[in-house]
């Protein structure tokens, strides 16, 4: 299946068609092995009725519809036609069910895989649009930037404590409406004032214990192996990815390992 | 240890905070409008415990605290 489109000159007519090809399918693990670079690969089982090329997601659309948003950077970089005629970087995809926009899972073939249409910050290790991470940590804590993850301990030295992680360079996060963070984390104990979070702020922030400031939007990480999701759709201009992790009472470890951080 | 000081904020079925409160809505006290209490009609507080479903479906779980 296809999608096509047409640039026209101004004044008259004339311009090319632009062409992006997509599948669809239930899984990643359904998608096609062979597929034309720039292929979109979109997972749902909702029949697709077009695809467009557009950032807005108006209301009362066809059933199936779905929108590719393009951005000023992401990791996924779509080029149309071989000249390239068009290039952009590809964000986000919904599809509307009839009732409202769903974001998809959704891929993009790029050197003869299919690579994961979002805005990725770090991922085991590889570090995609801030540059890189740093870190500080005072009291009972220490941090470390692995070749595979990001951690943050409190450890038995002491009482109190505070280990950050941020990103070197600002991200803009006007170009998507979802921060999302895969880790872990684990206490040694349950008695202490603990306070794990991912946050952004215009600024990066300090602290000392578990009263650190969690900027102007954050998400607490509760203990426990899972993603979680920060709501950024209301947020804009240019914020510090924040990872910080404190402690203010009793001589428990808390380890909180983060494997991955993207945008959707 | 030092004493926490919060703000009660009040929150609607969308876990919108309101600065007053009103039938329906839940109180929650937070550290996080302390000294920006102007703040509060502006942000959603998804409380630990609880989660929010976004009109696209995206699900936040508590605690989250974000611009609306």
Redesign the interface.
Known sequence: MNASGRIIRRGGAGGRAIQYDYVSAASYANLPSIAEENTFGFITTLAIADVLIANDRPAGRPTGEIRVKIGSKSLRLLTILEDPLVTGYVLTAYQYNGTSWVLLEAYLRESATWKRIRSEFYNAGAVGLVGSFSGTSTGAANYTIGSNTLVLRMTTGGTSGYARVNGANPINVTDFDTLKIDYARYRGGSSGSHKAYLFLNPTVLSGTNAGFSTGVAGVDLSTGAKTLSLDVSALTGLQYIHVALGKSSYYETDDLTVNAIYGE | ??E?ITVTVYLDSEYRCYAEPAEGFAPYAT??FVGCEDLIPRY?IVP?GESWT???????????????
């Open positions: 240890m030092d926490i550290e996080f959603r630990h976004r009109a696209d479906g995206a699900v936040f779980y508590g605690e989250m605290i974000a611009p609306i």
